[in-house]
């Protein structure tokens, strides 16, 4: 769609594009024609990218952990020129979102049950009331309400921050000590999320056995939409980094099907009323098992995986329902390129400093190869974290079947080496 198509360009916003899935908006909307306006602590962890900073027309720096600051920012911002839609550039800043576009009367999430995809203990109580399939689990902020918890949930169980994304600090334990020390790992560190040390508000988890995966898709005049299934593979535990995702998810058509059920309750639990969703799961021996759910779009270049295999721009989706305009009038819809994409992330194996990837030149150069990145420049330190702040880089590839995206993730692997 070209500027001509939307009369009078709109102009949207968005707040703090820290994922790959608000960049990539942020792009698409640009090249949409749209107006874009980026809200944006533009420091640390929330530095915003070159293509970022080309794409967006103007930069509003504030503070966006400041809810009071931010919407005052944005009115200012709005009186001097109206935004037509808000969208959230990250799952962190969901809720926040919700209420900058309830403050200026735009489309948005209910605020008053927003929380419920944002705060993963909120999200599991609203999931559990509806019936549905989840962890069993208890919120914890203290060594001894951790002690009691695990007492009542068992180990294996798994500990994770009511609030993060990116596998931050979700750690499997299977004895009380390891359990305890994950805790205080996280209630220690130093390195602030998105501008914010971390809560001491945690949940310990039933651990759930099975294959994980990621639903996508949205949710428009009441009927929710997956678009793909995607397998989500991950490293050793006791760790959850995602190191790979492979589109589509190769399951039969009643595993697809139930899937597909699950994820719309889980939608209709939460009181996600429109615009995109991403749903983690797994696929227990008793049936889908909620890992959590966002009013988002994927990270992990997961809406290029669902482009690339179905044909849906999930961004264009997006900014459609901010609108209030047909998807189909964007250009969301098209035919897709590939039978199967998947996208490989390198680890750094607990190196210190990142000097390079040996077999990365003839990775980059595979005709299935059709993105590669890396994180870090020769000499960069390397978080000693084990979630996805410690990843080198990644290899986005197409495949002719879903074995075959298997295979290929698997041989990309084996063929690149940090030294």
């Not at 979700?170 to 805790?183: N, Y």
């Amino acid at each position: 769609m070209s500027s001509a198509s939307l009369p009078n360009a709109p102009r949207v916003l968005v707040v703090e594009p820290a994922s790959s899935g608000g960049a990539t908006l942020i792009g698409v909307a640009a090249e949409s024609g749209l107006r874009v306006v980026v809200a944006s602590a533009d420091t640390g962890d929330r530095a915003l990218s070159d293509a970022v900073r080309t794409a967006a027309e103007q930069v509003l720096t504030v503070e966006t952990n400041d809810q009071a600051a931010l919407e005052a920012a944005v009115r200012e911002a709005h009186e001097r020129e109206p935004f037509d839609a808000v969208l959230a550039g990250s799952d962190i800043y969901v809720a926040v979102t919700a209420r900058v576009a309830h403050s200026l009367g735009l489309r948005g999430l209910p605020v008053d049950t927003v929380e419920r995809v944002r705060d993963k203990s909120v999200m599991r109580a609203a999931v559990a009331a509806a019936g549905l399939r989840t962890p069993r689990f208890a919120e914890v902020t203290t060594e001894d309400e951790l002690r009691a918890a695990a007492g009542h949930i068992g180990f294996p169980c798994v500990l994770k921050p009511v609030a993060c994304s990116g596998s931050i600090h979700v750690s499997r334990a299977d004895t009380p000590d390891e359990l305890l020390s994950a805790f205080r790992r996280l209630v220690t560190d130093p390195v602030p999320d998105m501008g914010k040390l971390h809560e001491h508000r945690v949940l310990v988890e039933e651990y759930v056995e099975g294959p994980e995966f990621s639903a996508d898709g949205y949710t428009a005049d009441g009927v929710t939409t997956v678009v793909a299934l995607t397998r989500t593979l991950l490293g050793p535990e006791p760790g959850f980094v995602e190191m790979g995702h492979l589109t589509p998810a190769d399951v039969d058509d009643t595993a697809l099907k139930t899937v597909e059920s699950y994820v719309a309750d889980v939608v209709a639990a939460v009181n996600l009323t429109s615009g995109p969703f991403h749903c983690e799961l797994r696929l227990a021996a008793d049936g889908p098992v909620l890992i959590e759910i966002g009013a988002r779009l994927p990270g992990d270049r997961i809406v290029e995986l669902v482009r690339l295999v179905t044909g849906v721009s999930l961004p264009k989706v997006a900014l459609a329902d901010a609108l209030a305009v047909d998807p189909e009038g964007m250009g969301a819809f098209a035919g897709p390129e590939a039978a199967a994409a998947g996208i490989r992330f390198f680890a750094a194996e607990k190196l210190a400093s990142f000097q390079g990837l040996t077999g990365w030149q003839q990775i980059t150069e595979l005709p299935e190869v059709t993105e590669s990145a890396l994180y870090f420049a020769p000499g960069d330190e390397i978080p000693a974290v084990q979630d996805c702040r410690s990843r080198l880089g990644h290899a986005l590839f197409t495949a002719d079947s879903p074995a075959q995206a298997l295979s290929r993730w698997r041989h990309l692997g084996d063929s690149v080496r940090p030294n």
